[in-house]
């Protein structure tokens, strides 16, 4: 293109210099806009990003959120457990120290057991010394206790005996004389009622014989019978006294037996006292008011020996 | 390329106008700012077209186009400066 001559040089050299400059503008503008088309891609491609990674974080914080109330539940879960198991551990720990304790004390006890089973040894031999002395003084004085008390009780009992002794002598020596006296009457009423019989006798002889001899069978059966009663009250009588005999005498000395040898021989003469009325009973066979008489008298004998036996 | 060429061609054969021997004798300018001073003042269109026959066919500088030229040309610079200087006052 050819230059213009309407405009000075130093004007085109001007316009020259700006185009040369607009063309660096306009390679600096392109590869700005370049530029700007790069950052804008940029730009859009760091917003995805950006989209992506606050859509990640959310996600990823809603996750750590859960995870960490998860975590926060088992912190929890685990500091009770950790508190009780503390509470555990200061149990344990006081549990150990009363177990150091009385291993100390049966370390001791250990240590001590010898000493202790020496002095139970001295101690059970002193205790068994002291024992059988306390036993035999025990014993000796036990045994003069019981001695005097049954030396005692003995002489208590001789003269009890004696007593009584000597009160059946009084009594026998009573009814002896009664039973004297008594025969002397008897004897006499009996010799007064004989010859009164003799003389009933001799005025019924002649009509009424064999009344009699039904009337003397009646008679001899009554008194057979009452003698049976008699022997039958003689033999428990003797029973009663061999019982009283036995129980209270037994167990005495040879002066108790004396005195009882003294007692069956004056019951036995009694007896045989008894026995000679019943023969002189027997005799007569004539009036039995009498003969219920004797024999009550017998019985009331009877019953005083009793009494004082 | 060969539409430039015959471009080129038409404005050599073409005649030469009025204006055109009235700038390459150096008088234009003086004719215009005589008799169509409003008109130049006015009409845009007519102005660029009466500075285009001065640049192409004056044999002198003239002023006035050169002014013409040099406020175009600060038009378009200040231009850029307001277009960049949006972009000048981040670098900043």
Known sequence: MEKSRAISPEIIGLFDKIIQQAEEYHKAFELLEKRMKEF????????EMEAKITKDTESAISKINTNILESIILLKNKTEETFRLATDLGDV???KSEMEKLKDDLLQLHSNSSKFAEEMDKTLKFFKKKSELELETTLLGLKTKVEKEVANEAQKIELRLNMRLKQIEAIVVNLDEKLKSFEVNFSSVIKKLSLDIDIIKHGYSFNNNEYDDQSQ????????DRLTTLENMYNMLNEKIQTHTIGKFSPQSSHNDNSIQEIENKIASLSRKIDNLDKKLQDSQSNSAIIVAVLALVVALFALLLKFV | MSLLRLFN????????TFYEQL??????????????????RNDENFKQEMFEVLLNHSNEP????????????ISSLSYFLEYTSQWRNQEQ
């Open chain 1, 217 to 224: 069978n009646l008679v001899n059966q009554e008194i057979s």
């Open chain 1, 93 to 95: 720990k006081a549990f």
């Open chain 2, 23 to 40: 700038a390459k004798d150096g008088l234009l300018m003086d004719y215009l700012n005589k008799f169509l001073a409003d008109k130049l």
């Open chain 2, 62 to 73: 003239v002023i006035e186009l050169e002014k013409y030229y040099m406020e175009k040309l």
């Open chain 1, 40 to 47: 804008d891609a940029a730009i859009t491609k760091l917003n």
């Open chain 2, 9 to 16: 061609i038409k404005k050599k054969i073409q005649p030469e």
